[in-house]
């Protein structure tokens, strides 16, 4: 939220400080503002306010801004009077706005029938800049229309909260639900495992034993991230354990969601309701705001949100997992209705001023409107040329957030923003793709001693990591130099064996060939036993690297074809061509498959693998390349057959072999598509994307760790790095072939 805030005394910040309460107190919401103050000492103000800006101090706005894009909340809310910004007109605010990453939503609390010029020109920025515009009045939504020209598409009318909760008696609902003469036990919201609702369950015989006529209701369909995973199973271990206890005919399950309204008719026929979470770190739960404002009487475990609103004997609290003390306080409600009526008055005179849930609703609502479109809909930009058209030259090879990433064990997985992350350590997959960098970039450099060290640290890495127990290598390391694992997966046995060769192949350093060739040897039975597709093209990348150089190795000939046998044949006969592809999900450095292909082909002198190659490289072009501009398979899901591509989050990976395997399709056929899908792939890295925002970094010589609905992610890991590092080696040794490009510049450690 951006608005005043309380304690300081306006409408504005009453209104701020009461939906943000609401958002925090009723949804899954966790609200935090940014509080303009008209005084230079400020206030006193509450821990939900993180920032503060003078309303006056100009650069207080640029500051704000910056600090929203590092904190990165999904929605930034703008309270918006004219009169509580600096600048003409409050124009101040238009600064911040212009510079955030992240969707806004601005709820205009005056909106001019007859503004000043300056009046008119701060709305329209203000509506140009948000992607929703909140009213409290039908009267604003038509001058929004009328006298500003605004999208009725982009107007959402929302009321100002007040508390309205009737108070009924439980009689009228019951008889909706057949449970008349029942007394009725309720629990509401998406089913999870962590909502321990056998707790409740075990607590029911006793329950029954002194009130046979009870009736336990659990309203909710399944979460769907709990679905997703297992199924039904919780639901299902839920009604085995009620039979096992004989309570079957004493519950009722409601596997559904269901709206406001209908759930206001459940909690009407309801005496007691419970929520019985396992954990005290729950901070919200509008189940049991609604239950309150309905006024029944509570009975919970005391998490974070329960321990709040149920404190003052407007509840009852049970410790976390005793369904005994469940069965005991349930039973002393239902037997002594002085003391239900007194919970009942407290809860319900408690909660009277605190039920914004329909305006939290509503807000909730139209936040997640917007950012499913960001997600499914991504900021396309108009580029004044095409970047493979423009005169600007590929940047000059900076190492500099190599050498950063890297220490005495070799490269470090992960960065917070550009600085190296020690918690997550290391991985061969990393460190593989390290060494192969180093090997390009001394090709392409005056000096290479510094690279040559490099080549060696990560060469020393991948040797400590093979386990000659199993024969396998080692993935992730700890950064005490602890190796977490046996062996790692197959991708990334398949990764070594590709830094392997093309190290083997290409290093001018006759002891980095050495131990890379007698690793790469002794990885050759591992070669054989890998079954996975990416896992195999992996591989057999690096195989074709190493047979550059040592074309006379049978062995390792006879196994590049048993490979690539293998990856032809793992290609689904039966495919059809609006799904050319071997799996049911299109994931991450899809192109390399095709690359091993189409490498397979040409040196096995096998068109028809040559023809699959470009048959799913061309499919691969269409999912992701329109009119030169690359928007790559988001990892939010990544694409399933039968349903449509996610935009976010794009990977740095899935570019970078992109544009190796359009490259060799254009070394081999001449086809100027594949070149241009290559510019269209790297140019990606520099922000001609879906947000038109670089993920190069200029001055570090990092790479974003991919790009997010709101704009590149900050941080710079190795992998996004790596990434970007082997597409510009890729992309000026591609230039050097051409005879284009001469390379004078050195590298520096």
């Not at 509580?84 to 205009?108: D, W």
């Not at 006759?510 to 992996?538: D, M, N, V, W």
């Amino acid at each position: 939220m951006i608005g005043n805030y309380i304690p300081r005394r306006c409408g504005i910040a009453t209104f701020t400080s009461d939906l943000t309460d609401a958002l925090n107190t009723h949804t899954p919401a966790d609200s935090w503002a940014v509080a303009m103050n008209d005084r230079p000492e400020g206030y006193a103000y509450p821990e939900e306010v993180r920032f503060e800006i003078g309303q006056n101090d100009a650069p207080d706005y640029r500051l704000a801004a910056d600090y929203l894009n590092i904190k990165s909340p999904d929605v930034v809310s703008l309270q918006h009077e004219y009169g509580i910004f600096g600048g003409e007109s409050g124009s101040y605010i238009i600064n911040l706005l212009k510079k955030l990453r992240m969707p806004i939503v601005s709820t205009l609390h005056t909106v001019l029938q007859d503004p000043t010029r300056e009046q008119r020109k701060v709305l329209l920025q203000i509506a140009d800049l948000s992607s929703r515009l909140v009213v409290m009045s039908k009267k604003s939504c038509e001058l929004l229309m009328n006298v500003y020209g605004v999208s009725e598409d982009k107007i959402r009318f929302v009321h100002h909260g007040i508390p309205d909760m009737p108070f009924v008696k439980t009689s009228v609902y019951k008889k909706r639900f057949g449970v008349q003469e029942k007394k009725v036990i309720l629990t509401f919201g998406l089913l999870s495992p962590n909502k321990g609702v056998e707790i409740m369950i075990k607590a029911l015989p006793a329950i029954v034993d002194k009130h046979p006529d009870t009736v336990f209701i659990v309203v909710g369909a399944t979460h769907p991230h709990v679905k997703e995973h297992s199924g039904e199973e919780y639901r299902q271990g839920l009604e085995r354990l009620a039979r096992k206890l004989g309570v079957d005919s004493n519950i009722i399950f409601y596997n559904r969601f269901v709206e406001y309204s209908e759930l206001c008719d459940f909690l009407g026929a309801t005496d007691v309701y419970v929520t019985s979470y396992l954990h005290e770190a729950q901070a919200v739960s509008g189940t049991l705001a609604y239950a309150m404002g309905a006024g029944k009487p509570v009975v919970s475990t005391p998490y974070w949100y329960a321990a709040e609103m149920l404190a003052n004997d407007r509840g009852i609290l049970v410790d976390f997992g005793d369904s005994a003390a469940f069965s005991e306080s349930i039973i002393g409600l239902l037997d002594d209705d002085k003391l239900r009526n007194s919970i009942i008055k407290k809860a319900y005179s408690f909660s009277r001023g605190a039920l914004w849930k329909n305006v939290a609703a509503d807000y909730l609502n139209i936040f997640d409107e917007i950012r499913k479109e960001r997600l499914e809909q991504p900021r396309l930009w108009t580029f004044p040329d095409p970047l493979e058209k423009s005169k600007t030259s590929i940047p000059d090879l900076n190492l500099g957030h190599l050498f950063t990433m890297t220490d005495d064990t070799g490269i470090l997985q992960h960065a917070t923003y550009s600085i190296p992350e020690y918690t997550h350590g290391y991985c061969i997959d990393d460190n593989a793709r390290a060494l192969i960098v180093a090997v390009m970039a001394a090709l392409q450099t005056a000096d290479p001693k510094p690279l040559v060290k490099l080549q060696k640290r990560y060469l020393a890495f991948i040797q400590h990591a093979y386990n000659e127990e199993n024969g396998q290598f080692r993935n992730f390391m700890s950064f005490d130099r602890r190796w977490l694992e046996d062996g790692g997966s197959e991708d990334s046995q398949g990764r070594t064996i590709w830094g392997l060769g093309v190290c083997s192949a290409l290093s001018n350093d006759k002891g980095c060939t050495s131990l890379s060739t007698r690793l790469f040897h002794q990885a050759i039975p591992l070669l054989e036993g890998l079954q996975y597709p990416r896992s195999i093209a992996f591989a057999l990348v690096g195989v074709h690297a190493y047979l550059s150089r040592f074309s006379g190795d049978t062995e390792v000939r006879r196994i590049r074809g048993m490979l690539a046998d293998r990856l032809f044949d793992s290609f689904p006969k039966e495919n059809t061509d609006d799904w050319p592809w071997f799996e049911s999900t299109v994931s991450y450095a899809n192109a390399k498959l095709p690359q091993a292909l189409l490498l397979s082909g040409q040196w096995e002198v096998r068109p028809d693998m040559t023809e699959l190659g470009l048959k799913i490289l061309d499919w691969l072009i269409s999912l992701q390349i329109q009119n030169n501009h690359y928007s790559a398979v988001g990892n939010n899901g990544w694409l399933t057959k039968g349903n449509t591509k996610p935009c976010f989050d794009q990977q740095p990976i899935e570019a970078q072999a992109m544009m190796e395997a359009c490259l060799l399709a254009f070394k081999m056929t001449q086809d100027d598509k594949y070149l241009s899908a290559a510019l269209a792939a790297f140019n990606w890295f520099l922000g001609q994307n879906d947000l038109n925002e670089p993920l190069y970094d200029y001055t570090t010589g990092g790479c974003r760790d991919g790009l997010t609905p709101d704009g590149p992610n900050l941080n710079q890991g190795a992998e996004s790095t790596l990434a970007w590092l082997l597409s510009i080696l890729s992309m000026h040794g591609f230039h050097a072939e051409q005879g284009r490009i001469h390379y004078t510049e050195t590298i520096e450690e």
